[in-house]
């Protein structure tokens, strides 16, 4: 007989736990909208763009439809188009690029940091000369906040003036964190996030916002979600899309934002404890000086081969691990055609052999975190 009791499970995010707390108050949300039926840019857009803007310190917030949308529209804004070179990590989520070539740019892929996992910005003069060799105009770079922290937006900035290019900070996962004090949302010429119900700040389905400083590119972003819009409904001066944040998921929003800053002092708190458990015996998330993460993921670093062992380990004993990201942008079918091979950014393939992700969530309990350290500690040694 096997008198082991294993805990339960760990959810790798707890999705439900939030909707438990959030409840009473999110079904008198999304009943609010119901009764008024204004399903399509409601007045709980507006008001929880004007509450984000708050949040975040930007000038302007235009939500819509999810952060890859975000990304496009942000790009179109910016007037990126086909012959354009789009400077972007390799190790990211395959949105960041996706949006160059959909815009008909060609992407130009970076390698990152050893220690951050974000865009290496001694790269960004390279990537320029190669695209320039390769006949294309380099006018943008998407800099990726990667698992929650933000990039060097100050070294970007330099290396973004002396070449020249317009920047783009895609903060789908580190929305919420801070650069030198200041709340992603304001680094760049614009800054696109996502609702995506996984993030820090997620919605109940599908959602994104840009955030800008700039009056022209605002108005901009507002035409092109509604069908390039102009003075009127029927007035189309852009080619745009339909590309707009529900109301019902706006009202969700308003009550998430609330509890948002809470939420990422206790995902901090979890980073905290995962950090004094594990630190010891694998390589641990780097927070630069000046930064703070919302921990979308809190990534160890597992060499010499043995994370599928470690995985196997941890999933007997009902921890969930997850690979973020298996394969470089660079090396992925879809991008095939720009013609790179493996060895070129060597950091990021190595990243997606080594990187493993642990659950990590507001609720997540101070039990669960020593029981993963301890069942960590008990497969790697
Ligand atoms: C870095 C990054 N960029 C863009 C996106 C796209 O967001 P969405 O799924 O809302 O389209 C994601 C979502 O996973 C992401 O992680």
């Not at 929305?175 to 995506?196: E, I, K, Q």
């Not at 669960?368 to 790697?380: G, I, N, T, W």
């Amino acid at each position: 007989m096997n008198l082991r009791t294993n805990p339960p499970p760990i959810p790798f995010i707890d999705i439900a736990a939030q909707r438990r707390r959030l409840g009473p108050a999110i079904d008198a949300a999304v009943a609010r909208v119901m009764n008024h039926c204004q399903f399509i840019l409601g007045p709980e857009v507006r008001a929880f763009e004007t509450e984000l803007a708050a949040f975040c310190g930007a000038r302007h917030v235009v939500t819509c439809a999810s952060g890859t949308d975000a990304l496009v529209l942000a790009l179109r804004a910016l007037g990126i188009g086909p012959g354009d070179a789009v400077l972007c990590p390799s190790f990211t989520f395959c949105a960041t690029a996706e949006v160059a070539a959909l815009v008909g740019a060609t992407p130009v892929f970076v390698d990152v940091d050893e220690a951050t996992f974000n865009i290496d910005t001694s790269g960004i003069a390279g990537a320029v000369a190669a695209a320039k060799a390769a006949g294309l105009k380099p006018k943008a770079i998407i800099p990726v906040d990667l698992f929650g922290l933000p990039a060097d937006h100050d070294a970007v900035r330099a290396a973004a003036q002396a070449e020249n290019l317009l920047v783009l900070d895609d903060a789908a996962q580190g929305f919420g964190a801070t650069y030198n004090g200041h709340r992603l949302g304001t680094f760049g010429h614009a800054t696109a996030t996502s609702f995506f119900p996984a993030k820090p700040l997620g919605c109940y389905g599908d959602g994104g916002a840009i955030m800008t400083e700039d009056d022209g590119l605002a108005d901009a972003l507002k035409s092109l979600r509604m069908h390039g819009q102009g003075s009127d409904k029927y007035d189309n001066v852009r080619i745009g899309l339909a590309s707009r944040l529900d109301t019902i998921q706006a009202a969700i929003l308003i009550e998430k934002l609330k509890i948002f800053p809470d939420e990422i002092e206790a995902r901090n708190k979890v980073a905290r404890r995962y950090d004094q458990g594990l630190e010891d015996i694998v390589t641990t998330p780097y927070v630069p000086t000046g930064c703070t993460s919302v921990w979308a993921q809190y990534t160890i670093r597992v060499g010499n081969g043995r994370r599928d062992a470690l995985v196997a380990a941890l999933k007997a004993e009902g921890i969930p691990t997850a690979v973020y990201y298996p394969i470089p942008l660079h090396l992925q079918e879809c991008f095939k055609y720009l013609g790179y091979r493996k060895g070129d950014l060597p950091v990021s393939e190595q990243a997606c052999k080594e990187v493993l992700a642990l659950p990590i969530h507001p609720e997540l309990r101070e039990e669960e975190v020593r029981y993963v350290a301890v069942q960590l500690l008990a497969a790697v040694v």
